[in-house]
């Protein structure tokens, strides 16, 4: 069975930075599309960044403040978040989205991680 595992989020000053990662276990990556959402109190769930075949898409809001990346040997995708705002103060979540014919309709999530700012 497979498993994202989220961590990295925090308390950041105005401006600051974090960098989340995301830890796959249970299964290949290279076959998923992974994608970054985020969830405001009160709000519902957003997509804030996707690496879809290698190629990196945005929210217009975290645009040129974000950047995904991803290690398929290691398993492992990024959210580097740099000049963070009030409004990225939100639980972030991890999702691979199966992107093959043999992943097709296979999906899995982390349990979040908090950003604060």
């Known amino acids: 069975q497979g498993q994202l595992v989220e961590s990295g989020g925090g308390l950041v000053q105005p401006g600051g930075s974090l960098r989340l990662s995301c830890e796959a276990s249970?299964?290949?990556?290279?076959?998923?599309?992974m994608r970054w959402y985020r969830q405001a109190p009160g709000k519902g769930r957003e997509l804030v960044a996707a690496?879809?075949?290698?190629?990196?898409r945005y929210a217009d809001s975290v645009r040129g403040r974000f950047t995904i990346s991803t290690d398929n040997a290691r398993k492992m995708t990024y959210l580097q978040m740099n000049d963070l705002q009030r409004e990225d103060t939100a639980v972030y979540y991890c999702?691979?989205?199966?992107?093959?014919?043999?992943?097709?309709?296979?999906?899995?999530w982390g349990q979040g991680t908090q950003v604060q700012r």
């Open positions: 999702n691979a989205d199966g992107a093959t014919m043999a992943t097709m309709g296979l999906s899995y």
């Open positions: 690496d879809i075949g290698n190629r990196p």
């Open positions: 249970g299964f290949s990556i290279s076959t998923y599309n």
